[in-house]
């Protein structure tokens, strides 16, 4: 902290925003501050959005389904999977479920008959 600025955290917005620096302002921090962009393996993974996670949890759901032949899952009910990425998952499928159900009058009719395909049980 210097001046009531937290000069880490402004260190670390300006290596992870690097791209949105002009080319002097690039120049300066690297020359006269020493400081340099953020490596791949630095940057933070990219938000997932609810539309992401809608697909995950609907995955996790046929998964569930096409082990067990039905989409009965109690409310505590966590499952086990794995993404596109390899990166094992662990989703509470059995509230995903339930809220699905609440929500079936706002969901997309899309998504309702994605649902519905799997045997989903709407009342």
């Not at 020359?31 to 990219?46: H, N, R, S, Y």
């Not at 899309?110 to 009342?123: F, H, K, N, P, T």
């Amino acid at each position: 902290m210097r001046q009531g600025e937290d000069l880490g955290r402004w260190v670390r917005s300006v290596r992870l925003g690097w791209n949105q620096l002009t080319t002097v302002q690039q120049w300066m921090c690297e020359q006269v501050l020493g400081i340099e962009p953020a490596i791949e393996d630095e940057k933070p993974k990219p938000r997932r959005t609810q539309a992401d996670k809608w697909a995950m949890n609907y995955q996790a759901a046929k998964q569930f389904y096409e082990r067990e032949g039905h989409l009965q899952v109690p409310r505590k009910h966590v499952e086990r999977t794995v993404g596109q990425d390899q990166e094992e998952r662990e989703l509470k499928l059995g509230a995903w479920i339930g809220n699905q159900r609440s929500r079936a009058a706002t969901l997309s009719p899309e998504r309702v008959e994605q649902l519905s395909a799997i045997g989903m049980r709407w009342a």
